[in-house]
């Protein structure tokens, strides 16, 4: 059975990034939390569209100002001019913006009884995009990130009717603004897995991209030839707007514009 996320009250547990608290935190509440937290949007996405209708509540109209803000930093702050081809230093400096603004970010998105609640959860905020003494971004970014939008869900800013709001206009909006902090410091995978892990960098978007593609007749050559893949992605696929339909396309299409090959180009038949 997949969680109701407007009873999740029962965890104070923190994530903390010790071994010890990883190694603990499958017999913790917080894990039940988080994974319950990925299941629930993982059911109400099924079988729906990126262009799918739904209602836009004040606290993720809140979500995307900030996500904005993040994404005008970045406008703000160029690459250096710098030997090394990675991790450009700027990022620290972009970083250090929201490291000073996180806070008042967050709790512009919180009603104001649960203000109390902003530094502790502005942490996984300010995880959730890259490491500045790195320069690097991976998956336990992107999985901070959905901490962050779990702890919104557990103080009651978030609630059940924005499960699809939350992956298709918050979660697609982050990926958005990581792809560019990426491209713009050419900042590197962290933890790469190569040729065993789906993406460098990210993973819910195959999660929930895949949940979406449930119920749908979808060939199989379309996945194992990529060349045709990458043609209906560049051309919209069977959808004249030209829009992507799920996550999964989204993140591939991410791939392709900076260049990375994540699709082998084949012929098409």
């Given at each position: 059975?997949v969680p109701?996320?407007?009873?999740w009250k029962?965890?104070q ?11 603990n935190?499958?017999?913790?509440w917080?894990?039940?939390d ?34 904005g ?12 001019d ?7 230093k700027a990022?620290?400096?972009?970083f250090?913006?929201?490291?000073q603004?996180?806070?008042?970010l ?19 905020l ?5 490491n ?7 998956t336990g ?13 557990k103080?009651?800013a978030?609630?059940?009717?924005d ?13 958005q ?8 410091y ?15 960098f ?14 749908k ?19 919209g ?10 996550l999964?396309?989204a993140?591939a299409?991410?791939?392709?514009k900076t ?5 082998p180009q084949?012929k098409?038949?």
């Amino acid at each position: 059975m997949v969680p109701d996320m407007g009873k999740w009250k029962r965890s104070q547990v923190r994530f903390l990034p010790d071994t010890r608290t990883i190694q603990n935190l499958t017999v913790k509440w917080a894990y039940a939390d988080y994974m319950g937290f990925i299941l629930t949007l993982n059911e109400g996405v099924k079988g729906k569209k990126l262009t799918s209708d739904y209602d836009v509540s004040e606290t993720v109209e809140k979500l995307l100002d900030l996500l904005g803000t993040l994404d005008q930093w970045i406008n703000e702050t160029p690459p250096v001019d710098q030997p090394s081809r990675f991790g450009n230093k700027a990022y620290r400096t972009w970083f250090s913006k929201l490291e000073q603004e996180a806070e008042a970010l967050v709790s512009a998105v919180l009603p104001a009884e649960k203000a109390a609640a902003a530094p502790e959860i502005a942490v996984y905020l300010k995880e959730s995009v890259g490491n500045p003494t790195r320069i690097d971004y991976g998956t336990g970014h992107e999985a901070a990130f959905a901490a962050f939008l779990c702890c919104l869900c557990k103080v009651g800013a978030l609630r059940i009717s924005d499960q699809l709001a939350i992956v298709f206009k918050v979660f697609n909006r982050y990926l958005q603004v990581m792809r560019k902090l990426q491209r713009t410091y050419r900042m590197e995978p962290a933890g790469s897995q190569g040729v065993w892990g789906l993406d460098d960098f990210q993973f819910l978007p195959f999660i929930w991209g895949s949940s979406q593609f449930i119920g749908k007749n979808i060939r199989s050559d379309d996945t194992l030839q990529g060349g045709c893949l990458h043609r209906k992605m560049k051309h919209g696929g069977n959808d004249t707007n030209g829009e992507q339909q799920s996550l999964s396309e989204a993140a591939a299409e991410a791939h392709i514009k900076t260049e990375t090959r994540f699709y082998p180009q084949s012929k098409c038949p």
